[in-house]
């Protein structure tokens, strides 16, 4: 058996999102719908859990990549809720990571490099930049609203409540599924 | 994986001073600030549409973006609007109603052509008509059988006829051993379908009618159950043999080009090429422009990756030429190992370019298991799936897969199908790809892959930018014909030339046909050093055993290495001695560090495991040499440089079947004598004028 380090891959960038704050971490995954008028990512039988952070940090890793071998795309909230079973920006916490979806996209060379990367599928990253203090949600979207039309990225993921694939994961958006890749200072 | 220069974190401010405001927000093109009209006229839901008023969305909630930006040029392209006119409209809405899918974006244009093109592909207001394929036409045409008051071989004779007759150009096949049909999923991607009960049963009732006769007459019936029973499990049927489907011209074993669509009972190969794909045709000997062209266009599409070495990119045209002249390999194809320092360096999107061009698609995924069963099922199920193209994904760590290196030297697969007590024998002709960050390959595959090793030696190799072609599988996917052009070019040329070996070829042992064909491709293109690199691969493949060649070397020099030693003693003395201990192999060391019983296990088992491995140049090995009070002791040696092998002729002794005869003729007065009687019969006979006489 060759050991399966993918669920520290997941656990390391959480923690490098979230560490030093409390609250809750949201999971998501769905199944791609196989009916014949679905477009790509239309997602079948949803699931969203909550997670205490972070002291259920491994126990929701292992569930989403549970649901990544069943065939589901997994995502995670890109930051925490102060509330438990919902995802609605009004109950955000405070935000202490930044987040693009680049959608093909590159982060200029004079911008503040991200701190993470993760590959969602082969050319596409969603990039991170990690704070030196948390902010206030409403901030942290505007600032990655800028960052986001700034540089090109998906401009339907820089807003509160926005959920991204987590590394380890299998991207099966796609025609053949991909592994979600990346890191910390990836 | 962390990099150097970039902090950890940043500060917000930091940020915010670095990255530009907002755009302001930016009118409709009219001017009024209103939405523009559409440019046909649309019913009431229709327009609703057009106002984003009824988007799609996903389970996430969110607006799904292009498939609202589809559902308002199906609005506007079933009530009549023209391509230039639905393309501008879209742009248009993509912005107006705030969307901004592609907004902005350099290939904008082209992603509205695409919806475009989807739209045209369904057909204007109605879906496209279903075709009941299969044959047969009017059935008052078909031979008639009659199914009842006869024997069962008789109708199950007559009803093979009659699939056999409407089989031109081929539809049925064998595979496997099973009978199976190529179809069409929804996305118009052929695949290879086993035919079960069903679909047997329809295809008969497609070539023949089914009568019953009576006293009172004929009556029409569906093919029975039995009947159906009987065709799907005959041992043998007279329909072709078929290997694998493909969407790209082959090239056969004699050098000539694969490329009509259908059936091609020389390589068992049928070609279906995707819709508009078209090669053209492929010079019979090209000339060294041409040669020029060809390469100079596959640069564009994997020159402006960051191979580390010559050799990396020379294997990458071997790769690319591999699926298109893989009829023309006799034997197995090695593993194309790609393989990188760090994530984000292009090894995935490497190999989606090399199988999009060769295969017409992404390759079949494998997600690297984890358990050796799991391997053996996944290559059964996309052996048996007909896959030409395979790619272990994202491999983390080590690759170490049994199954998957078996398969590779193999020419069929042979495995048991899932939940039944069958087994399944299917060719494997496939090309497998592996990529991955710093792969350690264990076990067999080493010997088993070539290399093709990225590293755009920077830390951010993602950023990397001014690439020709900044969408590199969008540009790959519309060139794909061109591509395939270039790449038949540069087989057709080596073939044209007699077929010449390329100089200096590593030889790569059960691949050398594999290397031969493509190698000679490849260098006659100009393109030197394929397979310059093997020697690093096997390096570092075998970092243990370089391990163990300093660790044997440092015993050899520090201790009289030719006097058999035992385990405890050897631990002592490793204990006592800094040179020895310093040179240890990475889990002994670490054993070392931990205990002294249990170290002196692991030596035990570590020196029994690689005993007789010869290391280094002088082939220095471990060897066992014999026990003092119950504990095996070993000694060191170094291998001659000339070997002895046994072979058949050096053991044949030409007398020995006389003795056995006399042997015979004395019968039990010999046996009874002993074994004496046998001593000189025994001695093999190694007199070389006597082999002459012999042989």
């Known amino acids: 058996m060759i050991p399966d380090a993918r669920p520290e891959r997941t656990t390391e960038l959480w923690a490098h999102l979230f560490e030093g704050l409390q609250g809750y971490l949201v999971t998501f995954t769905g199944q791609q719908s196989d009916r014949l008028q679905a477009r790509p990512n239309e997602l079948d039988g949803p699931r969203q859990r909550s997670w205490r952070w972070p002291e259920e940090k491994d126990e929701a890793a292992a569930y989403l990549l549970d649901q990544s071998d069943a065939r589901r795309d997994a995502y995670f909230g890109v930051h925490l809720f102060r509330k438990s079973g919902t995802r609605k920006g009004e109950h955000a916490g405070e935000v202490q990571a930044l987040w693009v979806d680049g959608d093909g996209a ?44 700034g540089m090109g990225g998906d401009k339907g993921k820089w807003g509160l409540g926005t959920v991204l694939r987590a590394p380890g994961t299998r991207n099966y958006k796609r025609e053949r599924p991909t592994l979600v890749a990346g890191g910390v200072g990836a | 994986m962390r990099s150097v220069g970039t902090p950890q974190a940043w500060d917000p401010e930091v940020i915010d001073q670095a990255i530009p405001q907002l755009p302001k927000a930016v009118p409709s093109s009219n001017g009024t600030g209103l939405l523009n009209e559409p440019p046909v006229e649309l019913t009431h839901e229709a327009l609703r549409v057009w106002h984003g008023e009824k988007p799609k969305t996903k389970a996430t909630g969110e607006i799904n973006r292009s498939a609202s930006l589809v559902k308002i040029g199906r609005a506007i392209y079933d009530a009549g609007a023209t391509r230039p006119a639905i393309v501008t409209a879209l742009a248009e ?27 045209e592909s369904n057909g204007r207001n109605s879906r496209a008509r279903m075709s009941v ?124 080009i694969f490329d009509t669509p259908g059936y091609d009972p020389e390589t068992k190969l049928y070609y279906r090429p995707g819709e508009g794909f078209e090669v053209g045709r492929i010079p019979g000997t090209p000339t060294k422009a041409d040669t020029r062209d060809a390469i100079s266009l596959l640069d564009e599409a994997v020159g402006e990756f960051p191979y ?13 030429l591999t699926p298109l002249v893989r009829q023309a390999v006799s034997g197995p194809v090695p593993l194309a190992l790609i393989d990188k320092p760090q994530a984000g360096t292009g090894g995935s999107l490497l190999a989606e370019t090399i199988a999009i061009i060769g295969s017409g698609r ?96 920077e830390s951010r190799p993602w950023q990397r930018e001014n690439f020709k072609h900044p969408d590199l599988l969008g540009w ?46 490849v260098a006659f293109a100009g393109i030197p050093d394929f397979l310059g690199n093997l020697a690093e691969l096997y390096d570092k493949a075998d970092a243990g055993g370089l391990e163990w060649e300093a660790f044997l070397y440092t015993w050899w020099e ?132 006597a082999w002459e006489e012999t042989f």
């Open chain 2, 558 to 689: 520090e201790l009289d290495a030719s006097k058999p030693i035992t385990v405890a003693e050897l631990s002592k003395v490793i204990s006592n001695n800094d040179d020895l201990r310093a040179a240890l192999p990475g889990d002994l060391a670490e054993a070392f560090d931990k205990s002294a019983g249990g170290f002196s296990r692991k030596l035990g088992t570590a020196l029994a495991k690689r005993a007789g491995t010869r290391y280094g140049e002088n082939g220095m090995h471990i060897v066992r040499a014999g026990e003092f009070r119950r504990a095996v002791r070993w000694k060191l040696e170094l291998s001659s440089t000339e070997c002895e092998f046994v072979s058949l002729v050096s053991l044949y002794n030409p007398s020995a079947g006389k003795k056995l005869e006399d042997k015979k003729a004395t019968g039990a007065e010999k046996d009874s004598t002993n074994s004496q009687t046998h001593t000189q019969a025994e001695t093999p006979h190694r007199d070389p004028e």
């Open chain 2, 362 to 457: 992404t390759a079949e995924m494998l997600g690297a298991p984890r358990d050796e069963e799991e391997w053996r099922k996944q290559i059964t199920a996309k052996l048996a799936a007909g896959a030409t193209m395979i790619t272990v994904d994202n491999v983390e760590g080590s690759l170490y897969a049994p199954s998957l290196a078996r398969a590779l030297t193999a020419r069929t697969w042979t495995d048991r199908i899932l939940g039944r007590s069958e087994t399944v024998t299917v060719s494997q002709r496939a090309t497998w790809i592996a990529t991955g960050n710093n792969i350690q390959l264990r076990g067999d595959l080493p010997r088993r892959c070539i290399w093709i090793r990225l590293d755009a030696r």
């Open chain 2, 93 to 119: 809405r993509d912005e107006a109603l705030g969307w901004r899918k592609y907004t902005g974006r350099a290939d904008a244009g082209n992603r509205y052509h695409e919806i475009v093109d989807e739209l």
């Open chain 2, 476 to 521: 790959v996917t519309k060139n794909r014909s061109r591509l395939v052009r270039a790449l038949l070019t540069l087989a057709r040329a080596w073939f044209a030339a007699g077929k010449p070996k390329a100089p200096d070829l590593p030889r790569l042992g059960s691949f050398e046909a594999w290397a031969e064909t493509v190698g000679g491709m």
């Open chain 1, 106 to 149: 590159r982060v200029p060379r004079d911008w503040p490099q991200p701190t993470a990367v993760v590959e969602s599928s082969p050319g596409r990253h969603h990039f991170y930049w990690r704070l030196t203090r948390p902010i206030a949600p409403d901030e942290a979207a505007q600032l990655n609203r800028r960052l986001c039309y």
């Open chain 2, 133 to 256: 394929g299969g044959g047969g036409g009017k059935q008052d045409n078909l031979p008639t059988i009659i199914v009842n008051n006869r024997q069962l071989p008789e109708v199950t004779v007559e009803a093979i006829e009659a699939l056999a007759a409407h089989n031109d150009p081929p539809e049925i096949f064998v595979r496997a051993g099973r009978l199976v049909r190529v179809r069409e999923d929804e996305n118009g991607t052929p695949e290879i379908q086993p035919m079960d009960d069903p679909h047997v049963k329809g295809r008969l009732a497609r070539v023949a009618n089914y009568v019953r006769t009576t006293e009172k007459g004929e009556t029409k019936v569906i093919p029975p159950d039995w009947l159906v029973k009987d065709v799907g499990q005959l041992p043998y049927w007279p329909f072709p043999s078929l290997e694998a489907v493909v969407e790209a011209p082959i090239m056969r074993p004699d050098g000539t």
């Open chain 2, 308 to 320: 580390e070495d010559n050799a990396s990119a020379a294997n990458v045209l071997a790769l690319m």
